[in-house]
T-cell receptor, first 111, second 118 residues
């Protein structure tokens, strides 16, 4: 079946370092991918997205990389700050409109 | 960006009672709204998809008679948890989208509703 998964549940990084959060997806037909940030007790917050016809997209301090060959998605956060501490989810658009979320990675920023 | 609200933000109820959660798109018309459920330290699981004016489409394993969804207007969808039990305690999150059928149809998420059933 379709799945989007993350293996590492927690990532700890020093403040100021770069963070890389990875995601594997299984549906090669997915055409749209999104990264969300979720703080405790809140709904997901959109970070950045990428369409399947691209392999890289940059935002403010964030970069998403898409490798369709190995069905891998990554989120890079530059100069990680304490406010970046949260759970990060990748999601893929499956079919016409359905999103399938990955298992999530908790990012802890160490002072 | 588009804003989606949920009400209430948290609710505590007794077992056997019903609870209604509202999801509103505040500044755009949402042709489609989605309801997710999230258990602690887990991911979001899609429960159902609702289109304005039509019956909701439920995911496999989600009881439609227990989780009643109404999408009466382009800005409001409601989820009613009927005869709630402690195992229904969870974080319920809605999202809204003005679907155009394109690859970039973004879903805008609400802040979530924490349901605790005693």
């Amino acid at each position: 079946g379709e799945s989007v998964g993350l293996h590492l549940p927690t990532l700890s990084v020093q403040e100021g370092d770069n963070s890389i959060i990875n995601c594997a997806y299984s549906n090669s037909a997915s055409d749209y991918f999104i990264w969300y940030k979720q703080e405790s007790g809140k709904g997901p917050q959109f970070i950045i997205d990428i369409r399947s016809n691209m392999d890289k997209r940059q935002g403010q301090r964030v970069t998403v990389l898409l490798n369709k060959t190995v069905k891998h998605l990554s989120l890079q956060i530059a100069a990680t700050q304490p406010g970046d501490s949260a759970v990060y989810f990748c999601a893929e658009k499956s079919g016409t409109y359905k999103y399938i979320f990955g298992t999530g990675t908790r990012l802890k920023v160490l002072a | 960006g588009a804003v989606v609200s949920q009400h209430p933000s948290w609710v505590i109820c007794k077992s056997g009672t019903s609870v209604k959660i509202e999801c509103r798109s505040l500044d755009f018309q949402a042709t489609t709204m989605f309801w997710y459920r999230q258990f602690p330290k887990q991911s979001l699981m899609l429960m159902a998809t609702s289109n304005e004016g039509s019956k909701a489409t439920y995911e496999q394993g989600v009881e439609k008679d227990k989780f009643l969804i109404n999408h009466a207007s382009l800005t409001l969808s409601t989820l009613t948890v009927t005869s709630a039990h402690p195992e229904d305690s969870s974080f319920y999150i809605c999202s809204a989208s003005a679907l155009t059928g394109g690859a970039g149809d973004e879903q805008f998420f609400g802040p979530g509703t924490r349901l605790t059933v005693l």
